[in-house]
Nanobody, 123 residues
Framework: QVQLVESGGGLVQAGGSLRLSCAGSGRPISSYAIGWFRRAPGKEREFVSAIRWSSNTTYYSDSVKGRFAISRDNAKNTMYLQMNSLKPEDTAVYYC????????????????WGQGTQVTVSS
């Protein structure tokens, strides 16, 4: 079992940056694929980014590619999402996840979830 707790959300102006953190406990997140999803009001949960544990291959949705960067610090058992050049359409609750398998862009393929952190980007 892995427990995940996000932090770092908040209110930022368009063009600004935020870094989300997700601290793991229970088991090392280095043993899992890790990822981030988001849910905007009235929309379904959307894939943002992921890293496979075996190859360290990273994946990004087209909407965030070039602006967001996923990383992890295994010594701290923590994953991060650096978000730059934020846009109002990035406003959502962001969730970290662990244990992804197969097609990582499908939220159904992930085992462990954090509680979410709100990111609001003002125009």
């Amino acid at each position: 079992q892995v427990q995940l707790v996000e932090s770092g959300g908040g209110l930022v102006q368009a063009g600004g940056s935020l870094r989300l953190s997700c601290a793991g406990s229970g088991r090392p997140i280095s043993s899992y694929a890790i990822g981030w999803f988001r849910r905007a009001p009235g929309k379904e949960r959307e894939f943002v980014s992921a890293i496979r544990w075996s190859s360290n291959t990273t994946y990004y949705s087209d909407s965030v590619k070039g602006r967001f960067a996923i990383s992890r610090d295994n010594a701290k058992n923590t994953m991060y999402l650096q978000m730059n050049s934020l846009k109002p359409e990035d406003t959502a609750v962001y969730y970290c996840a662990a244990g992804g398998r197969g097609l990582v862009s499908l939220w159904q393929n992930w085992d462990y979830w954090g509680q979410g952190t709100q990111v609001t980007v003002s125009s």
